[in-house]
């Protein structure tokens, strides 16, 4: 019986050193354009006649609520509001997700982030001319000064995973989103640091708690030990 | 002990947040200036087994931190100031200053204090001369600018590139052609009006630099305090052995 509360004991601590992770990145991230805040959930586990109690980590998964719109005045900023992703090509052609809206218009009249991934439209790349100035209107259709329409930005919903360098990368089936895209503004990161700082303080109780429960336990065991030798 | 690492990293991103809008304010009346601000993004991602039951799920994913992505250039345009002086100039538009270097290379600028040489050769602030040399006779009494730029003796070269973010800055108001800003092209009257007897100031704006200022000092602040419940936490975990 010992045992089982010894465990159930440490795989609390591990998640709670979990949701520390979790919560630590978010802090980092509190100034980056875009970011998602992560979301760590628990579920309690029980099995067999002794009530053998385990809390896990069931999931990390990212709020997807918008986060703050900064006024930039640049064109080539794009924010979105509500659900969805833009997407872009990198330079080995495959295709990433993105909230992080910086682009520039390049010498050969493409949108490119700074890293060098190109803004995709529906049909392809959103081809424009070299030096033209541009208008996105909110559902997301390009329009050169020059060369007239340059397509919808293709934008998509479902579920994905973190790529870095804030990208994604779908990881299942995505169907098309329609958010409103904010021309001349950048979406901020949505973490809350409030809600953080909460986070922050349960985590390291519950981390306090489990050491409690690991050490009455381990007490337990020694007087057990103790009384069975007399 | 990963939560260490990562909040050092945050604290490491806002202290370059820091040192940008530093930057700024100290060039709060430089002329020609472009303010500059910081852009972040989160670093690879590190998949971790979860315990499940379900047969979905199983991996989660923990962040690695955040690191400084570029600082960006704002090339909105400063306010213009009237100073009545035939040699100053100030660009209504995106177009830039062509300059030759000593190297024989060129460079751009937005800063119009100009000035004549000895020789009574147009050149900028810091004596580097303009590109097309033109050159004003000593006995010269009126010099006037056309909008277009248009000297009595000539023209001034006005430069627009693709991409003016990605200038490379090369101090003294001075900036360079990269790859990435594209290759500048002659500029079209719509690209710019000269206007003489004007410069154009600073584009840093004292009020947002410092709003940028606090909101970098609490975030460095958040960052400690997940250095402190991670440093505590990791106390209590000692303390399990006793």
Same mark, same amino acid.
Request: charged content about 20%.
């Given at each position: 019986m010992s045992d089982s509360a010894l465990y159930s004991g440490l795989s609390g601590a591990t998640a709670?050193?979990?949701?520390?992770?979790?919560?630590?990145?978010?802090?980092?991230?509190?100034?980056?354009?875009?970011?998602?805040?992560?979301r760590i959930s628990f579920r309690t586990e029980v099995e067999g006649q002794f009530l053998q109690a385990q809390a896990a980590v069931a999931t990390i998964s990212p709020v997807m609520s918008d986060g703050p719109l900064e006024d930039t005045g640049n064109a080539g900023h794009l924010a979105l509001r509500g659900e969805g992703w833009l997407t872009v090509q990198t330079e080995d052609g495959s295709h990433q997700l993105t909230r992080d809206g910086r682009f520039a218009?390049?010498?050969?009249?493409?949108?490119?982030?700074?890293?060098?991934?190109?803004?995709?439209?529906?049909?392809?790349?959103?081809?424009?001319?070299?030096?033209?100035?541009?208008?996105?209107?909110p559902q997301g259709r390009v329009f050169g000064e020059v060369s007239g329409e340059a397509g919808l930005i293709r934008m998509r919903k479902g579920p994905t995973k973190h790529a870095g360098g804030n990208r994604w990368l779908a990881n299942g089936k995505m169907e098309r989103a329609e958010p409103?895209?904010?021309?001349?503004?950048?979406?901020?990161?949505?973490?809350?640091?409030?809600?953080?700082?909460?986070?922050?303080i349960e985590a390291s109780r519950y981390f306090e708690a489990f050491q409690k429960a690991i050490a009455a336990s381990d007490e337990m065991t020694g007087r057990l030990n103790q009384s069975g030798g007399k | 002990m990963r939560s260490l690492y990562v909040a050092a990293s945050g604290m490491?991103?806002?202290?370059?947040?820091?040192?940008?809008?530093?930057?700024?304010?100290?060039?709060?009346?430089?002329?020609?200036?472009?303010?500059?601000?910081?852009?972040?993004?989160?670093?690879?991602?590190?998949?971790?087994?979860?315990?499940?039951?379900?047969?979905?799920?199983?991996?989660?994913?923990?962040?690695g931190g955040v690191r400084v992505a570029d600082v960006e250039r704002d090339l909105a345009n400063g306010a213009f100031e009237e100073t009545g002086n035939p040699l100053h100039m100030a660009i209504n538009g995106p177009a830039w200053l062509a300059v030759e270097t000593p190297d024989g290379?060129?460079?751009?600028?937005?800063?119009?204090?100009?000035?004549?040489?000895?020789?009574?050769?147009?050149?900028?602030?810091?004596?580097?001369?303009?590109?097309?040399? +033109?050159?004003?006779?000593?006995?010269?009494?009126?010099?006037?600018?056309?909008?277009?730029?248009?000297?009595?003796?000539?023209?001034?070269?006005?430069?627009?590139?693709?991409?003016?973010?990605?200038?490379?800055?090369?101090?003294?108001?001075?900036?360079?052609?990269?790859?990435?800003?594209?290759v500048p092209r002659i500029a079209e009257?719509?690209?710019?009006?000269?206007?003489?007897?004007?410069?154009?100031?600073?584009?840093?704006? +004292?009020?947002?630099?410092? +709003?940028?200022? +606090?909101?970098?000092?609490r975030a460095f602040e958040l960052n400690s305090k997940v250095v402190q419940a991670a440093d505590e936490t990791l106390q209590t975990a000692a303390n399990l052995r006793r």
């Amino acid at each position: 019986m010992s045992d089982s509360a010894l465990y159930s004991g440490l795989s609390g601590a591990t998640a709670a050193w979990r949701q520390l992770d979790v919560v630590s990145n978010n802090v980092a991230n509190v100034s980056t354009q875009g970011y998602k805040a992560g979301r760590i959930s628990f579920r309690t586990e029980v099995e067999g006649q002794f009530l053998q109690a385990q809390a896990a980590v069931a999931t990390i998964s990212p709020v997807m609520s918008d986060g703050p719109l900064e006024d930039t005045g640049n064109a080539g900023h794009l924010a979105l509001r509500g659900e969805g992703w833009l997407t872009v090509q990198t330079e080995d052609g495959s295709h990433q997700l993105t909230r992080d809206g910086r682009f520039a218009l390049d010498n050969t009249g493409l949108l490119r982030a700074p890293d060098g991934a190109i803004l995709v439209g529906e049909q392809g790349p959103i081809q424009l001319a070299a030096g033209e100035g541009f208008r996105v209107d909110p559902q997301g259709r390009v329009f050169g000064e020059v060369s007239g329409e340059a397509g919808l930005i293709r934008m998509r919903k479902g579920p994905t995973k973190h790529a870095g360098g804030n990208r994604w990368l779908a990881n299942g089936k995505m169907e098309r989103a329609e958010p409103t895209i904010v021309q001349g503004a950048l979406e901020g990161s949505n973490v809350d640091a409030a809600m953080a700082m909460t986070e922050l303080i349960e985590a390291s109780r519950y981390f306090e708690a489990f050491q409690k429960a690991i050490a009455a336990s381990d007490e337990m065991t020694g007087r057990l030990n103790q009384s069975g030798g007399k | 002990m990963r939560s260490l690492y990562v909040a050092a990293s945050g604290m490491a991103a806002q202290q370059t947040r820091i040192d940008t809008v530093a930057n700024n304010v100290a060039n709060v009346g430089t002329t020609g200036f472009k303010r500059q601000r910081s852009a972040f993004e989160d670093v690879a991602y590190q998949q971790v087994a979860v315990k499940s039951r379900d047969a979905e799920g199983g991996v989660a994913e923990l962040g690695g931190g955040v690191r400084v992505a570029d600082v960006e250039r704002d090339l909105a345009n400063g306010a213009f100031e009237e100073t009545g002086n035939p040699l100053h100039m100030a660009i209504n538009g995106p177009a830039w200053l062509a300059v030759e270097t000593p190297d024989g290379g060129m460079a751009y600028t937005r800063d119009g204090a100009l000035g004549r040489s000895a020789d009574g050769t147009l050149v900028t602030a810091t004596g580097m001369p303009l590109a097309g040399g +033109i050159v004003v006779p000593p006995d010269a009494t009126n010099l006037t600018i056309e909008p277009d730029g248009t000297v009595s003796l000539g023209r001034l070269e006005l430069a627009v590139f693709p991409n003016p973010a990605r200038l490379s800055p090369k101090g003294g108001n001075l900036f360079a052609e990269t790859p990435s800003s594209g290759v500048p092209r002659i500029a079209e009257p719509e690209d710019g009006v000269v206007q003489q007897g004007f410069l154009e100031r600073s584009n840093v704006d +004292i009020a947002s630099e410092l +709003i940028e200022l +606090i909101l970098a000092q609490r975030a460095f602040e958040l960052n400690s305090k997940v250095v402190q419940a991670a440093d505590e936490t990791l106390q209590t975990a000692a303390n399990l052995r006793r």
